[in-house]
């Protein structure tokens, strides 16, 4: 069958292409015809340009031409040999998924939208909302503790979110972007704070009786951690969500991280179980289902933080302007539900 799928050709460059796939899904396979795909603007920035380092462990390994999109929605259209848990016309999440009107996975990467659930954009972004969640889980953050967020893009607005829904009080969400601080206190943030202004940490510290006791970092840069840790309490823990791809950084770990206890917990997506999950560390799916019920039960509101919608045609302009336009909007998705 023929598909249509968002191509990066070469370097900063976006193209809608024509590929194949097979009629039918082999077994443990399942074929959905995609409703609508979320961008990750970090992720999906690093690889248009061709970042050295966006293979994580495998880096430094860029070849093009390269395709991406990884949080998709859709409905089922087929099912293979020996799966039994879904069937044609179900709504689902599918994850590590493309850019395509058509995704073909494996069973394990599917999961069924619950009737009566969300909407289909924001099933399309979920996936992108596990990355935080896991992040929250690694720091064991407890209920009535403070909780900071360095950097409100769109994993950083989900993390304010689902750190409010974990019971973290003060949430503080820090970015220099007086629109992502806006959009986070929408979103249930205490206080939104801009790291450039004087005496930022000392402000920190004073609404935190001394710091904050766990800290989300997405920025991936250093000078993002390095203010970080002027706002940790006594043995904080910080989550690093963001990928450090440059790693050219200095930080005077005795003094910021020996001395007051500090717990670095690397937090990649990746870096966690596949099977079976545990305090603190569960499986995509697991988390999948967390953040549906999350939806469901009114915790988080999804709906709000979706920015843009356009048409897979419109690709080039989108991607030039995540490449040169660092207030790239927070969501924005494709609409693969009309003919192509």
């Given at each position: 069958?023929?598909?249509?799928?968002?191509?990066?050709?070469?370097p900063n460059r976006a193209e809608l292409v024509t590929e194949t796939l097979?009629?039918?899904?082999?077994?443990?396979?399942?074929?959905?015809?995609?409703?609508?795909?979320?961008?990750?603007?970090?992720?999906?920035?690093?690889?248009?340009?061709?970042?050295?380092?966006?293979?994580?462990?495998?880096?430094?390994?860029?070849?093009?031409?390269?395709?991406?999109?990884?949080?998709?929605?859709?409905?089922?259209?087929?099912?293979?040999?020996?799966?039994?848990?879904?069937?044609?016309?179900?709504?689902?999440?599918?994850?590590?998924?493309?850019?395509?009107?058509y995704n073909m996975l494996p069973l394990n990467q599917v999961i069924r939208?619950?009737?009566?659930?969300?909407?289909?954009?924001?099933?399309?972004?979920?996936?992108?909302?596990?990355?935080?969640?896991?992040?929250?889980?690694?720091?064991?953050?407890?209920?009535?503790?403070?909780?900071?967020?360095?950097?409100?893009?769109?994993?950083?607005?989900?993390?304010?979110?689902?750190?409010?829904?974990?019971?973290?009080?003060?949430?503080?969400?820090?970015?220099?972007?007086?629109?992502?601080?806006?959009?986070?206190?929408?979103?249930?943030?205490?206080?939104?704070?801009?790291?450039?202004?004087?005496?930022?940490?000392?402000?920190?510290?004073?609404?935190?009786?001394?710091?904050?006791?766990?800290?989300?970092?997405?920025?991936?840069?250093?000078?993002?951690?390095?203010?970080?840790?002027?706002?940790?309490?006594?043995?904080?823990?910080?989550?690093?969500?963001?990928?450090?791809?440059?790693?050219?950084?200095?930080?005077?770990?005795?003094?910021?991280?020996?001395?007051?206890?500090?717990?670095?917990?690397?937090?990649?997506?990746?870096?966690?179980?596949?099977?079976?999950?545990?305090?603190?560390?569960?499986?995509?799916?697991?988390?999948?289902?967390?953040?549906?019920k999350l939806c469901a039960g009114g915790r988080i509101d999804i709906a709000?933080?979706?920015?843009?919608?356009?048409?897979?045609?419109?690709?080039?302009?989108?991607?030039?302007?995540?490449?040169?336009?660092?207030?790239?909007?927070?969501?924005?998705?494709?609409?693969?539900?009309?003919?192509?």
């Amino acid at each position: 069958m023929e598909i249509h799928r968002i191509l990066f050709p070469e370097p900063n460059r976006a193209e809608l292409v024509t590929e194949t796939l097979p009629d039918q899904p082999g077994p443990g396979q399942v074929l959905y015809r995609t409703s609508y795909t979320t961008i990750s603007p970090g992720t999906e920035r690093a690889n248009i340009t061709g970042d050295p380092n966006v293979a994580g462990t495998n880096a430094p390994s860029v070849k093009f031409p390269r395709g991406i999109g990884y949080s998709s929605s859709g409905v089922v259209m087929a099912v293979g040999e020996g799966v039994t848990a879904l069937r044609p016309g179900d709504r689902v999440i599918g994850y590590w998924s493309k850019h395509a009107d058509y995704n073909m996975l494996p069973l394990n990467q599917v999961i069924r939208i619950p009737d009566g659930g969300i909407g289909m954009r924001e099933a399309a972004a979920v996936f992108i909302g596990t990355f935080p969640m896991a992040a929250i889980r690694k720091t064991r953050l407890e209920a009535g503790e403070s909780l900071m967020v360095m950097g409100l893009g769109l994993l950083g607005q989900f993390a304010v979110r689902l750190a409010r829904a974990a019971g973290a009080v003060p949430v503080i969400a820090v970015d220099p972007v007086a629109s992502r601080r806006e959009d986070a206190l929408r979103g249930g943030a205490d206080a939104a704070l801009d790291p450039f202004e004087p005496g930022f940490a000392r402000r920190v510290k004073e609404m935190t009786d001394g710091g904050v006791n766990a800290a989300i970092e997405v920025t991936g840069q250093g000078a993002g951690l390095d203010e970080t840790l002027d706002c940790m309490a006594k043995f904080g823990r910080v989550a690093l969500l963001g990928c450090t791809r440059n790693k050219e950084f200095t930080i005077d770990y005795y003094r910021k991280v020996h001395c007051p206890g500090i717990t670095l917990i690397g937090a990649h997506t990746n870096a966690r179980p596949s099977t079976e999950s545990h305090p603190g560390y569960f499986t995509h799916n697991d988390d999948i289902k967390a953040i549906l019920k999350l939806c469901a039960g009114g915790r988080i509101d999804i709906a709000a933080m979706l920015s843009e919608l356009h048409a897979p045609q419109e690709c080039a302009a989108v991607y030039d302007r995540l490449i040169h336009d660092r207030n790239f909007p927070m969501a924005v998705q494709f609409d693969w539900t009309k003919e192509i």
